[in-house]
């Protein structure tokens, strides 16, 4: 039983554009929405991340969107460049363990 | 200051046999995680450890098991090996109550 469910499952984007992913989850005791980004071969890095009493957080080009009421949260990367393409998780946790994680979305940035 | 280390990278086994994982967390920080990355399920959590105590542990079965010790390092077993066994295993570590940063993983690939 997936606890996130994340789409799209790819996208492409030109340099420039603006990359958005969207996660749905169901558990309304998660308090803690962070974002990820693996490339190859590496493990995932935290991105950003957000806790239900903010409905936005900005750090450089990358924004959460959040929606408490919806039990919805997004990830917008603002000027996409090619360095950001990745693959990109949402999860979600009771404090700040045991995170259920989204099925990712493959970014591809194209120059 | 070091990131979380993972040993060994690779590891290539046969059906039958058990194998043991390693991680260093990053210096300071007391609570590691594991989690099993493959194509098909994604990251799943597999079990937590605070001062060498498991605190949670996710739906994998009791062949899969792990330890930390005094100085916060932690292994993770997996004993009677299976071919659906291989995977990135993945571990994080954080200070209690805060975010989780991931090491570059293990690949296990079981023959």
């Known amino acids: 039983q997936q606890q996130v469910k994340q789409s799209p499952q790819s996208l492409i984007v030109q340099k420039g554009g603006i990359s958005i992913i969207n996660c749905a989850y169901e558990?309304?005791?998660?308090?803690?929405f962070p974002w990820y980004q693996q490339f190859p071969g590496k493990g995932p890095a935290l991105l950003i991340a957000?806790?239900?009493?903010?409905s936005e957080k900005k750090e450089g080009r990358f924004t959460i969107s959040f929606n408490k009421s919806a039990k919805q949260f997004s990830l917008h990367i603002m000027d996409s460049q090619p360095g950001d393409s990745a693959t990109y998780f949402c999860?979600?946790?009771?404090?700040?363990?045991?995170?259920?994680f989204g099925a990712g979305t493959t970014v591809t940035v194209r120059a | 200051k070091a990131g979380v280390t993972q040993t060994p990278r690779y590891l290539i086994k046969t059906r039958g046999q058990q194998v043991t994982l390693s991680c260093s967390p990053i210096?300071?920080?007391?609570?590691v995680s594991w989690y099993q990355q493959t194509p098909g399920q994604g990251l799943q959590f597999l079990f937590e450890?605070?001062?060498?105590?498991?605190?949670n542990k996710g739906n994998f079965p009791g062949r899969f098991s792990g330890r930390q010790f005094s100085n916060s390092r932690s292994e993770m077993n997996v004993s009677t090996l299976e071919l659906g066994d291989s995977a990135l295993y993945l571990c994080?570590?954080?200070?209690?109550?805060?975010?989780?940063?991931f090491g570059p993983g293990t690949r296990l690939t079981v023959t």
């Open positions: 450890y605070f001062s060498e105590t498991q605190r």
């Open positions: 994080a570590s954080s200070f209690p109550g805060s975010e989780q940063y």
């Open positions: 210096s300071g920080h007391r609570s």
């Open positions: 558990n309304t005791a998660f308090d803690y």
């Open positions: 957000i806790r239900p009493d903010v």
């Open positions: 999860a979600a946790s009771r404090g700040d363990y045991k995170l259920s």
